[in-house]
């Protein structure tokens, strides 16, 4: 069995006069929504502090039981209260008087291409969907399907199916065909909302197609609700196609939301990256509505003068708490942008946040390290004063893009809250509090208030931290206390969600994230991503995002991936494909063994890579993750696997080539 804790010679910081720890200023912490006290509450009565965080929300019956965990990996949160979660996201602002706040700045992919909508007309529009649905026969309990781009239309979906009870499976738009039909084939969709198509770098292309084909010979789709959107010609199955503007926006205004128990069915979002038969994970309402709100208005530390943007899509889950549920719970104003962040240019980004005056932006590390490669001339080339507090979330972030993120688009100034979560935790786990924490680049810190996670050995004995800054402590990320937000199953498949989640750490009654960690010697947790992206050398459990923030301190490097392939010797082999910044490009020839002397140098001569080839570009997802599955089957020499959902899949040709 491998050894759970190793010791490796701790990873130099890629600018080693940088400071180790990054507190918040005096006047940040002055007026920060979350002070230290918040974890004594949670640590001296977690069920009474969630109980508190609930009391954040509305309930049309309020509850009297906060958790029941009988009949464990089954949560019930609040379980004998009821509330209406659209309710809670739209009618309660307008009824506090905030009816002419802007709710969304939208902004379309075209230059000029614009809308503010208000908390007043949001409300209008969500009840106008509402009603429109009903008339279509949609009831509580029913699925409905929403395969849009990030236009307004999809929110309202979202939130007039939230209204009703009816469940929503959002399929992110950059999906095939085939993976969106079978989303709806396992949901049993009975509605699918879409628009005619959606833009991308400046081309419309079509969406309705991919449904019209997605929901071919699918007997419980019953209508597909189209939003013209690019005007683009698409064919027309009369009888169940029907136009937005011609059912919805018809549609009365008036509409009086039902209350719902608190563990109603809110959504089912499908994990990406799932082979076989799709894994829909299913979230219901007052908990998971409870920790959306608090991790948002407590990460985020949200005022009500914010303008707030986080950059991911409604895809995903980070697009369902962190743009919809989350922050329109807390009545906030938000930017919400259709298209890409290079399109027409790569200044776009930083245009929507001098145009809106963003103060809180929420991105990935891929997104970051994109701006680090075009160079920071693009956002010195604009006014970013108004940014506060920086973001960034989807995986691990190495140290230098933390410190670029900082230095460069928060002027030094900002504090950054990393966050680790999953589509399955619902919303945010571990972070550090903006107003509290002494941030640590590429440090995930501690749990939030009313969280428990620990990192454990193969036998599920707590790790402790290593006594001095030279040690690593390894293991496996679990959760060992249910908590609002939590997966309340997979759809349709009880035993895959048993067998999925809890069965590594059955015994103790553990949820297993799937994540390595480490602590530091402080007791911070660094996640070092997947355990199958954690490398066996030798017997040494080396994780590819240690190497990959390695080797990104190099001065030349933009980008980076490494992967583990077979070795006879050692087990696994470290593979690495490397991406040169600009400026690297022609110079020195010698790059290849610096890389390998600093991966040496920082973390140990075990994790220096047997290859390391030079690439133009690496192979990821529509929404942005490195397909390390892929790069292992090049390492490997094997056929490649399924590459469907790859931006470009071309990109194999260029990377084979360099090997």
């Known amino acids: 069995m491998q050894p759970s804790v190793i010791k490796l010679t701790r990873m130099t910081e890629a600018h080693t006069e940088a400071p180790t720890h990054y507190p918040p200023s005096a006047a940040f912490a002055a007026t920060a929504n979350a002070t230290a006290e918040i974890y004594d509450r949670a640590e001296a009565d977690r069920l009474g502090f969630w109980a508190e965080q609930a009391k954040r929300l509305s309930w049309a019956t309020p509850f009297t039981e906060v958790l029941d965990w009988s009949e464990a990996p089954f949560a019930k949160w609040f379980a004998d209260g009821t509330l209406n979660v659209a309710y809670n996201c739209v009618d309660r602002h307008v009824e506090a008087g905030n009816g002419d706040r802007v709710a969304i700045h939208w902004e379309g992919e075209p230059v000029g291409d614009a809308r503010d909508i208000t908390y007043a007309q949001l409300k209008d529009d969500v009840s106008r969907a509402a009603n429109a649905l009903t008339a279509l026969g949609l009831s509580a309990g029913d699925r409905v ?384 991503g997947r355990i199958d992206d954690v490398m066996n050398i030798s017997g040494h459990r080396i994780s590819t995002a240690e190497v990959e923030s390695a080797l990104v301190g190099h001065s030349g490097v933009a980008e980076a991936a490494v992967v583990g392939a077979t070795d006879a010797t050692t087990g696994q082999a470290i593979c690495a494909f490397v991406i040169l910044k600009e400026s690297a490009h022609g110079g020195s020839d010698n790059i290849v063994d610096e890389l390998r002397a600093q991966v040496s140098t920082e973390i140990s001569p075990i994790a220096k890579p047997r290859e390391i080839h030079i690439v133009p570009e690496l192979p990821k997802t529509r929404s942005g993750k490195i397909m390390r599955r892929l790069l292992r089957d090049v390492a490997e020499g094997r056929d490649l696997g399924d590459t469907s959902t790859l931006v470009d899949p071309s990109v194999f040709e260029a990377i084979r080539a360099s090997k």
Request: proline share 6%; net charge negative; hydrophobic share 40%.
């Open 145 to 528: 399907a929403i395969y849009m781009p990030m236009v307004p239309e999809a929110i309202v979906a979202m939130l007039a199916c939230a209204r009703l009870g009816v469940m929503h499976s959002v399929v992110f738009a950059g999906f095939s065909a085939t993976a969106l039909g079978a989303r709806v084939e396992d949901a049993a969709a009975k509605l699918v909302i879409t628009t005619d198509g959606q833009y991308r770098r400046g081309q419309a292309a079509s969406l309705k197609t991919a449904v019209d084909e997605a929901v071919a010979n699918q007997p419980s789709v019953e209508h597909v609700l189209v939003v013209k959107r690019t005007g683009i010609d698409v064919d027309w199955t009369p009888g169940r196609d029907l136009w937005w503007h011609e059912t919805v926006e018809q549609a009365s205004p008036e509409h009086t939301p039902e209350a719902f128990d608190a563990e109603q069915p809110l959504f089912l979002l499908y994990t990406s990256g799932t082979t076989g038969k799709p894994k829909g994970i299913v979230h219901t309402s007052g908990g998971f509505l409870t920790q959306a709100s608090y991790s948002h208005h407590n990460v985020f530390d949200i005022k009500a003068d914010d303008v707030y943007w986080c950059t991911a899509d409604i895809g995903w889950v980070t697009g369902h708490t962190y743009i919809v549920y989350g922050p329109l719970s807390n009545g906030v104003t938000q930017v919400v942008y259709e298209g890409t962040p290079t399109s027409p240019n790569e200044h776009r980004h930083f245009d929507i946040i001098e145009k809106y005056g963003v103060t809180i932006y929420y991105t990935a590390p891929t997104l970051i390290r994109t701006f680090m490669k075009l160079g920071r001339q693009i956002p010195e080339a604009h006014d970013l004063s108004s940014l506060r507090l920086l973001g960034s979330v989807g995986e691990p972030i190495n140290p230098e893009a933390w410190r670029w993120y900082r230095d460069h688009i928060g002027a030094g100034t900002a504090p950054i809250v990393d966050t680790w979560w999953q589509t399955e935790t619902g919303a945010i786990m571990i972070s550090p509090l903006p107003g509290v924490t002494a941030a640590k680049p590429g440090s995930a810190m501690t749990p939030l208030p009313g969280i428990s996670a620990k990192i454990v050995d193969d036998n599920g004995v707590e790790l402790v931290p290593g006594a001095d800054e030279a040690e690593h402590v390894t293991g496996y990320l679990v959760l060992d206390k249910p908590w609002p937000s939590m997966l309340r199953g997979i759809w349709g498949d009880d035993e895959r969600f048993k067998d999925t989640y809890w069965s590594r750490f059955a015994e103790q009654g553990w949820y297993f994230a799937g994540d390595g960690a480490r602590y530091d010697a402080d007791g911070n947790i660094w996640v070092l």
